[in-house]
């Protein structure tokens, strides 16, 4: 930790949450029961043994339902997932600490202090990478992790879940001891810095929220290190276990599967890579680290982002050139929108741009009011979607279960601007008033 200023001890560093997002603990209960439930429903209607067809025509509760167990099952009869899962995540958290990268801050606190990131996840990265073209060449294509991975599919996906709740109900107890390490903070005393969202004092909705900001062990972050490391990289070896599923049944490799593998695993890498950009995202600057976005990171990423792949694998089909080129295009115009107008905030926020049309605000600020900022308010929320769509259409048809990720990530989208818009309106008053006459759209040019 690194002290660039002396806060103020008159200020209280650690306010009470007066602001309840998701209806409260009612809410945060629902949401917490229910979207692990969904989460699991899903993949229950994507297994080789059965799978939905068409518009759910061949629904049927009892096959959903089937293979499903009590929770001893997976505590006690399962111990094994929990040691693979177990040393999975532990295994990349001493990789996260002991591989090379540099070392960046990021924001400032509210005591004035700014936390040390290791950025490493070029090394991280390559040595997964090695790791599994090692055992696709020492096993002659076999690669019986994959295998396993693909066999115990839904069976992990509940470890994962599980696991997410108890890392959530750590971080929460640990959020009440002391600082012991980096003590005094930046106001002088030995106060944790709490999320302003997850400082309610209700132990239900603080554990959902989370209630310290930047929990770590050690040198491990852990909101960062669950963000990009466990979940993400699961996520890419869902995809390839489905890939090598395909290619171990029918011995060639299937032009939709491979194409899904290639732009998610693009997406992934490319998030892995310019990690240092997480660094100034709401998640890791405003959120605490609690059940919201453990279950999120390490359960909802990985076993539903994987979704087409998983149907891919169950029920495959030839997509064809014309339509891999259609799709790959939407894929490159969403990342092209979203990755330039980033780039173009951040080389503003930087003085890089002064020619660009914006807004003076009374905290000293400016509300940029140009180029692809002038389209839409969050421009670049409609670029990420662009992206969502494409993975989904590689599925073309079959089903709409498969577009549950369009679906979704649009809910998503629509939740962070509203919230955003929140913030801001608090925050700038009659600046952000004039910046939504200037910039009337919120996402969408001309449609929303």
């Not at 600082?179 to 106001?187: D, E």
């Not at 900022?373 to 599925?395: E, M, P, R, V």
């Not at 990720?405 to 008033?433: I, P, V």
Request: charged share 15%; proline share 4%.
């Amino acid at each position: 930790m690194v002290r660039h200023k002396e806060g103020n001890s008159n200020k209280m560093l650690n306010p009470k949450t007066k602001h309840f997002e998701f209806n409260g603990v009612v809410g945060a209960v629902a949401i917490s029961v229910g979207l692990p439930i969904f989460t699991v429903f899903l993949n229950q209607m994507v297994r080789p043994e059965y799978y939905i067809e068409g518009w759910f025509s061949n629904f049927n509760l009892d096959k959903v339902f089937s293979g499903l167990h009590s929770l001893d099952y997976y505590f006690v009869d399962r111990w094994d997932l929990w040691v693979y899962y177990l040393t999975w995540y532990f295994v990349l958290a001493f990789l996260d600490v002991v591989l090379p990268g540099r070392v960046m801050e990021g924001v400032e606190l509210r005591d004035g202090t700014k936390l040390k990131y290791k950025i490493n996840g070029v090394a991280l990265s390559t040595f997964m990478v090695v790791v599994v073209a090692m055992r696709w060449q020492l096993t002659q294509g076999r690669v019986p992790e994959l295998q396993f991975l693909y066999k115990n599919h839904v069976d992990i996906c509940v470890i994962a879940i599980l696991f997410s709740a108890l890392l959530a109900t750590y971080c929460y107890i640990a959020s009440f001891v002391p600082l012991l390490i980096n003590s005094p903070n930046g106001v002088g005393t030995n106060e944790k810095i709490l999320a302003l969202g997850g400082n309610s004092g209700n132990p239900i909705y603080d554990w959902f929220i989370g209630r310290e900001l930047n929990p770590r062990i050690g040198p491990l972050d852990l909101k960062m290190f669950s963000e990009l490391r466990p979940g993400m990289l699961l996520w890419l070896l869902i995809n390839l276990s489905c890939l090598h599923h395909h290619y171990l049944r029918t011995g060639t490799f299937n032009d939709a599967l491979v194409l899904v593998n290639l732009l998610q695993g693009f997406y992934i890498f490319d998030g892995v890579l310019n990690e240092e950009g997480v660094l100034t995202m709401m998640d890791i600057t405003t959120d605490g680290f609690g059940f919201m976005l453990a279950f999120g990171d390490l359960a909802l990423v990985p076993f539903t982002y994987s979704l087409q792949a998983r149907y891919l694998s169950v029920s495959p089909i030839e997509l064809g050139l014309p339509r891999v080129i259609f799709i790959v295009g939407v894929m490159a115009l969403g990342f092209y929108i979203f990755r330039s107008a980033n780039k173009q905030k951040s080389d503003f926020r930087q003085g890089n741009l002064p020619h660009l049309k914006s807004i003076q605000t009374k905290r000293g600020t400016k509300l940029l009011a140009d180029g692809w900022w002038a389209k839409s308010q969050h421009i670049n929320y409609f670029g990420d979607w662009l992206i969502s769509l494409s993975w989904c259409l590689t599925t073309w048809f079959q089903t709409p279960l498969t577009y549950y990720y369009s679906l979704y990530f649009a809910t998503l989208l629509l939740h962070r601007q509203q919230r955003d818009e929140h913030k801001c309106r608090e925050k700038y008053g009659e600046n952000w008033a004039e910046y939504e006459k200037q910039v009337p759209y919120k996402i969408i040019p001309y449609v929303y």
